[in-house]
Nanobody, 123 residues
Framework: VQLVESGGGLVQAGGSLRVSCAAS????????IGWFRQAAGKEREGISC????????YYIDSVKGRFTISSDSAKNTVYLQMNSLQPKDTAVYYC?????????????????WGRGTQVTVSS
């Protein structure tokens, strides 16, 4: 399984970015794909997940209404559209794959990880 993130960068507060996760080496439609982030000095947290089996999604409270996760099975790619970005969203963003769904994106379910993409939001 290989996961490759792209689309990170530097943006001003209030701006938008879309990060992408291209997956290969797995039956994409059978997997849950999650987005996680890790800020400097903090633990990695699950922020959003999508099940490619039934399309259910999950968001942590701090990104609800601002971030949208979506999946394109034709491209084996999951996107995270991030709007109204704030400095507190600054982190390395990782995508990961899990063969099953778990509520609240339990990090232990995710066995395959990308290398991450840096998102920096300036004030």
């Amino acid at each position: 399984v290989q996961l490759v993130e792209s689309g990170g960068g530097l943006v001003q507060a209030g701006g938008s970015l879309r990060v992408s996760c291209a997956a290969s080496g797995l039956r994409f439609g059978d997997y849950t794909i999650g987005w996680f982030r890790q800020a400097a000095g903090k633990e990695r947290e699950g922020i959003s997940c999508i099940s490619n089996v039934d399309g259910r999604t999950y968001y942590i409270d701090s990104v609800k209404g601002r971030f949208t996760i979506s999946s394109d099975s034709a491209k084996n790619t999951v996107y995270l559209q991030m709007n109204s970005l704030q400095p507190k969203d600054t982190a390395v963003y990782y995508c990961a794959a899990a063969p099953l769904w778990g509520s609240r994106c339990p990090i232990g379910y995710f066995s395959s990880w990308g290398r991450g993409t840096q998102v920096t939001v300036s004030s």
